[in-house]
Nanobody
Framework: QVQVVESGGGLVQAGGSLRLSCAAS????????MGWFRQGPGKEREFVAA????????AYADSVKGRFTISGDNAKNTVLLQMNSLKPEDTAVYYC????????????????WGQGTQVTVSS
């Protein structure tokens, strides 16, 4: 079992920045992908970014490339999502999740999910 807890959401103006944090605990040894997803009002959950826990490889959705950066701190079992140049369309609940599948963007391959943290970008 892996537990994940997100933090760092909030309200920001367009063009601003936020940093989300995901703390992982439990059976975090071995190879995991840690991913960020988001779900906006009336929308399906969508992939944002992922990092392969063992090697640091990353993947991003096209909509956030060049603006968001995912990174990991193995010593602290923490994954960060730095979000810059935020847009109103980035408004969503952001979820952290863990998967055994390498850099998966498919939410159905993720077994463990956090409760989510709200990000609101005002225009």
């Amino acid at each position: 079992q892996v537990q994940v807890v997100e933090s760092g959401g909030g309200l920001v103006q367009a063009g601003g920045s936020l940093r989300l944090s995901c703390a992982a605990s439990g059976r975090t040894t071995g190879s995991y992908t840690m991913g960020w997803f988001r779900q906006g009002p009336g929308k399906e959950r969508e992939f944002v970014a992922a990092i392969w826990w063992s090697g640091g490889s990353t993947a991003y959705a096209d909509s956030v490339k060049g603006r968001f950066t995912i990174s990991g701190d193995n010593a602290k079992n923490t994954v960060l999502l730095q979000m810059n140049s935020l847009k109103p369309e980035d408004t969503a609940v952001y979820y952290c999740a863990a998967s055994r599948v390498y850099l998966s963007s498919n939410p159905f391959t993720y077994d463990y999910w956090g409760q989510g943290t709200q990000v609101t970008v005002s225009s």
